[in-house]
């Protein structure tokens, strides 16, 4: 199975911030990555598919670079409804997996 | 609208038997398949299988193999999922979530989850 190692696993951020999130595969896994967003009590929404695609309705100041086993996701300006967990999944084989996830947290 | 409205929350006891479903609505059931991610309180997510809503073909992870079971009804663009031997550890969320158009594996549209609980 692939493993997914994102970091940090919590930061704290001021709204207007750049904010970027990382994440490690095991092995290649091209550009198959995607990163979504959850708040609390709700499904994962998708922002990013392919690592750099932005899914159709997301904010522009969500992006995402990489390729082979090293991913970034950049707010480029947090916003107050920004803060909540994200989550990188590789889509390269299955299992699918996710990393364990960042907490973005209100500084 | 496009949505997937999923069964609500069960309690079983371990060992028993637990059976989701998710209602498709809005788009052309058979032309997405569906995917199963659950996700333990203040845990991450896990992916646990998905099926083709065309055809019933289904894979799953290894984890959940002899366990797992996922089923549709396209008469009523619903599709299910099955998990047997409940044990404390599979007490979470349990999503369905729909891939695009183009068989691949990221999930723009997902369901409101169904929490399980396993508990004696």
């Known amino acids: 199975d692939i493993q997914m190692t994102q970091s940090p696993s919590s930061l704290s951020a001021s709204v207007g911030d750049r904010v970027t999130i990382t994440c490690r595969a095991s092995?290649?896994?091209?550009?198959?990555l995607n990163w979504y967003q959850q708040t609390p009590e709700r499904a994962p929404k998708l922002l990013i598919y392919?690592?750099?695609s932005l899914q159709s309705g997301v904010p522009s100041r969500f992006s995402g670079s990489g390729s082979g086993t090293d991913f970034t996701l950049t707010i480029s300006s947090l916003q107050p409804e920004d803060f909540a967990t994200y989550y990188c999944?590789?889509?390269?084989?299955?299992?699918?997996?996710f990393g364990g996830g960042t907490k973005v947290e209100i500084k | 609208q496009v949505q997937l409205v999923q069964s609500g929350a069960e309690v079983k006891k371990p060992g028993a038997s637990v059976k989701v479903s998710c209602k498709a609505s809005?788009?052309?059931?058979?032309?997405?398949?569906i995917n199963w991610v659950r996700q333990a309180t203040g845990q991450g997510l896990e992916w646990m299988g998905w099926?083709?809503?065309?055809?019933?073909?289904?894979g799953n992870a290894q984890k959940f193999q002899g366990r797992i079971t996922m089923t549709r009804n396209t008469s009523i663009s619903t599709s299910y999922m099955e998990l047997s031997s409940l044990r404390s550890e599979d007490t979470a969320v349990y999503y369905c979530?729909?891939?695009?158009?183009?068989?691949?594996?990221?999930?723009?549209?997902w369901g409101r989850g169904t929490l399980v609980t396993v508990s004696s």
């Open positions: 979530a729909r891939g695009p158009p183009i068989h691949d594996w990221y999930f723009a549209l």
């Open positions: 809005g788009y052309t059931f058979t032309s997405y398949d």
């Open positions: 099926m083709n809503s065309n055809s019933g073909y289904t």
């Open positions: 092995q290649s896994i091209s550009s198959y």
């Open positions: 392919a690592a750099s």
């Open positions: 999944q590789q889509s390269y084989s299955t299992p699918l997996t």
